[in-house]
């Protein structure tokens, strides 16, 4: 994944960059403590610190191992107590932390038929969570698609889609 994208959001162009050493964990329902756990016996060769939480997710400092931190996410993915990991953003030039939470509002133009929309579903291999009619829907990344923001930015550039932003965690 590129350490920037570019994409429109909230009516203007917006460049988002990953953080370098931040990742935000969720553990799966009841095993907050397991997921701590396995966080550490991944953090513990690259020493991490707790940062705060975001949400669901606790944010961490996980200097990346010898593997990379594309490596790092992607083990602490497939522990049983994670329900969720990912990189955390930023918008160029600001400092608030963003969590992509892994849906994106999708809005078609009307000229395009059901029968594209699919396709185009399928395509980038989404989810859907809830059609709003007209072309509008709210749609959920798989362990087939890109991550939410670099999702958002090939569908802004398909023909028919009018919107395609990525949804963040709240700050509690």
């Not at 490596?71 to 160029?92: G, N």
């Not at 078609?108 to 072309?135: K, M, N």
């Amino acid at each position: 994944m590129a350490d920037a994208v570019a994409l429109s959001y909230r009516n203007r162009k917006v460049v988002f960059e990953k953080c370098a050493e931040l990742v935000a964990v969720r553990a799966r329902a009841g095993m907050a403590a397991a997921m701590q756990a396995d966080v550490d016996s991944i953090a513990s060769a690259s020493r991490s610190a707790r940062r705060l939480t975001i949400g669901a997710f606790e944010v961490v400092e996980l200097r990346p191992s010898t593997a990379g931190l594309e490596q790092d996410l992607d083990r602490l993915r497939a522990r049983p107590s994670v329900a969720a990991a990912s990189h955390v953003f930023t918008v160029k030039g600001q400092t608030a932390l963003m969590v992509p939470d892994g849906h994106v509002h999708l809005q078609f133009d009307r000229s395009v038929s059901a029968h594209q929309q699919r396709a185009v579903l399928t395509r980038f291999r989404l989810q859907v969570i809830e059609e709003r009619g007209g072309g509008d829907f709210l749609v959920r990344i798989t362990q087939g698609s890109k991550n939410p923001l670099v999702t958002a930015a090939d569908l802004q550039a398909e023909p028919g889609v009018i919107l395609a932003e990525p949804e963040f965690v709240d700050a509690d």
